[in-house]
Nanobody, 124 residues
């Protein structure tokens, strides 16, 4: 079993920055591909970013490309999401996910374990 715990969410003004962290407990962290997804009120959950288990490859949703950066530390067993130039439309609950991706890092069904989420609110 794998447990994921997100932290770092909060309230920030437009143009500001936040860094989300996801701590992973349980099985070998380095075996998992990691992703971040988000869900805004009244909307479906959407892909934000992902990083391969090796850390060599990263993937981003179009709406965050160039503003967000995903990284991982396989020794500390954490994955980070640095969010810069935040916009009000980035407001959502952000979820960390872990899994063995076989087809697409963008698909939620590739991820077997999910955190409880952390709220990010960007004011205009």
């Amino acid at each position: 079993q794998v447990q994921l715990v997100e932290s770092g969410g909060g309230l920030v003004q437009a143009g500001g920055s936040l860094r989300l962290s996801c701590a992973v407990a349980g099985r070998t962290f380095s075996n998992y591909d990691m992703g971040w997804f988000r869900q805004a009120p009244g909307k479906e959950r959407e892909f934000v970013a992902a990083i391969a288990r090796s850390g060599d490859s990263t993937y981003y949703g179009d709406s965050v490309k160039g503003r967000f950066t995903i990284s991982r530390d396989n020794v500390k067993k954490i994955v980070l999401l640095q969010m810069n130039s935040l916009k009000p439309e980035d407001t959502a609950v952000y979820y960390c996910a872990a899994g063995y991706v076989s087809r697409s890092y963008y698909r939620q069904r590739e991820y077997d374990y999910w955190g409880q989420g952390t709220q990010v609110t960007v004011s205009s």
